[in-house]
């Protein structure tokens, strides 16, 4: 693990435990793209921000200091708001316990964005915040309109975003401006610490059945907030290998394998293996085994663990994901009665 100073407060301590919580929860959206490659996109254009791939470092002596996230084609430096409202900077002169989050969440920008190893071209600041705003947005409008390489003019709302924005730039130069407008994007990420969200669902998504087993989803996307938490008070973070390792030694089974896809889809279909047979073991009653195998393919054809009676009929698809397949044997003992999974589909 490497750790590095921090400059301007954690996940803890000065903060409060929502901003916390909301921290924690971004760091493990990350993740979980970076786990399964997965690009993030700016919500306003149809290009990539990045894949993430590499080291997660939290509470980084950067300027923007809560996430640093090493992907392709950029590294992103993230600044996570729960909430950001839109201020007006402090009077000239008014002491610093006077300024506004919005003001400091600015200049953090501004000093990372002019730092001299700083590249616009490879790196990217994010703001991502947890409640959207209609002035927010449209300072997300104003901030992709910079980047875009032809564009129409601002609306009235994109003016005063606009205006607003400039105001806490003051002192800088055109040529400096741009380099903030450039290298700033906002990413809403609403609710993403309330498990019924989109976002919080899509880390679900991502990590279910390729990372980690579904049936330790929950437990894994929990134990992943408790450990960037552990990590950000120690000022530490690490690189995908030892992410997975950490859940490891939480007792979490990570299916994803380094060894490559197609290790990944043998102990994916492990697990699904295991899990049919202890819901064959809990259905003895009415189910005699007659035989279980499993099949790996060097391809990627679908993870089809599948049963079918000894006599006649073909089989029934029990689960499909990617990877190879599983198939068992059986025959229904006279008077059993039929079970339904929780698709609702028929079990014998």
Same mark, same amino acid.
């Given at each position: 693990?490497?750790?590095?100073?921090?400059?301007?407060?954690?996940?803890?301590?000065?903060?409060?435990?929502?901003?916390?919580?909301?921290?924690?929860?971004?760091?493990?959206?990350?993740?979980?793209?970076?786990?399964?490659?997965?690009?993030?996109?700016?919500?306003?254009?149809?290009? /990539? !921000? =990045?894949?993430?791939?590499?080291?997660? @470092?939290?509470?980084? +002596?950067? #300027?923007?200091?809560? $996430?640093?996230?090493?992907?392709?084609?950029?590294?992103?430096?993230?600044?996570?708001?729960?909430?950001?409202?839109?201020?007006?900077?402090?009077?000239?002169?008014?002491?610093?316990?006077?300024?506004?989050?919005?003001?400091?969440?600015?200049?953090?920008?501004?000093?990372?964005?002019?730092?001299?190893?700083?590249?616009?071209?490879?790196?990217?600041?994010?703001?991502?915040?947890?409640?959207?705003?209609?002035?927010?947005?449209?300072?997300?409008?104003?901030?992709?309109?910079?980047?875009?390489?032809?564009?129409? /003019? !601002? =609306?009235?709302?994109?003016?005063?975003? @606009?205006?607003?924005? +400039?105001? #806490?730039?003051?002192? $800088?130069?055109?040529?400096?401006?741009?380099?903030?407008?450039?290298?700033?994007?906002?990413?809403?990420?609403?609710?993403?610490?309330?498990?019924?969200?989109?976002?919080?669902?899509?880390?679900?998504?991502?990590?279910?059945?390729?990372?980690?087993?579904?049936?330790?989803?929950?437990?894994?996307?929990?134990?992943?907030?408790?450990?960037?938490?552990?990590?950000?008070?120690?000022?530490?973070?690490?690189?995908?290998?030892?992410?997975?390792?950490?859940?490891?030694?939480?007792?979490?089974?990570?299916?994803?394998?380094?060894?490559?896809?197609?290790?990944?889809?043998?102990?994916?279909?492990?697990?699904?293996?295991?899990?049919?047979?202890?819901?064959?073991?809990?259905?003895?009653?009415?189910?005699?085994?007659?035989?279980?195998?499993?099949?790996?393919?060097?391809?990627?054809?679908?993870?089809?663990?599948?049963?079918?009676?000894?006599?006649?009929?073909?089989?029934?698809?029990?689960?499909?994901?990617?990877?190879?397949?599983?198939?068992?044997?059986?025959?229904?003992?006279?008077?059993?009665?039929?079970?339904?999974?929780?698709?609702?589909?028929?079990?014998?």
């Amino acid at each position: 693990m490497s750790g590095a100073r921090s400059q301007f407060g954690g996940y803890g301590g000065a903060a409060n435990e929502g901003g916390s919580a909301f921290r924690a929860a971004v760091a493990v959206w990350f993740l979980a793209h970076a786990m399964r490659e997965r690009e993030v996109y700016e919500e306003l254009t149809p290009s /990539r !921000l =990045t894949v993430p791939t590499g080291l997660i @470092l939290l509470e980084g +002596d950067q #300027h923007v200091d809560d $996430l640093q996230v090493e992907g392709m084609p950029r590294t992103l430096y993230v600044q996570a708001k729960r909430s950001l409202p839109f201020e007006a900077p402090p009077k000239p002169g008014a002491a610093a316990s006077r300024k506004n989050k919005f003001n400091k969440t600015v200049e953090q920008l501004v000093a990372q964005a002019l730092r001299e190893d700083f590249a616009p071209d490879s790196m990217r600041l994010v703001i991502a915040v947890g409640r959207r705003s209609r002035s927010l947005a449209a300072l997300q409008r104003v901030l992709a309109r910079k980047r875009a390489s032809a564009t129409g /003019r !601002l =609306t009235k709302i994109e003016e005063k975003a @606009l205006r607003g924005f +400039d105001e #806490h730039l003051t002192g $800088l130069d055109e040529a400096e401006r741009r380099r903030v407008y450039q290298a700033t994007t906002i990413l809403f990420l609403e609710s993403i610490e309330q498990p019924g969200s989109p976002e919080h669902g899509r880390a679900r998504t991502l990590l279910e059945d390729v990372v980690v087993p579904r049936t330790h989803v929950v437990g894994a996307l929990d134990a992943l907030k408790h450990l960037v938490r552990e990590q950000a008070a120690n000022r530490l973070g690490g690189d995908l290998q030892e992410w997975m390792q950490l859940l490891r030694e939480r007792n979490i089974p990570v299916l994803l394998n380094p060894a490559g896809p197609k290790a990944t889809r043998v102990a994916v279909a492990q697990c699904a293996l295991s899990s049919y047979r202890d819901w064959l073991t809990e259905s003895a009653s009415s189910v005699q085994i007659a035989g279980i195998s499993i099949e790996v393919s060097p391809d990627t054809s679908p993870l089809h663990v599948a049963a079918g009676p000894l006599k006649g009929a073909g089989p029934t698809s029990l689960i499909s994901s990617p990877g190879p397949s599983c198939r068992c044997a059986w025959k229904r003992r006279p008077g059993s009665v039929s079970r339904r999974s929780s698709s609702g589909a028929a079990r014998p």
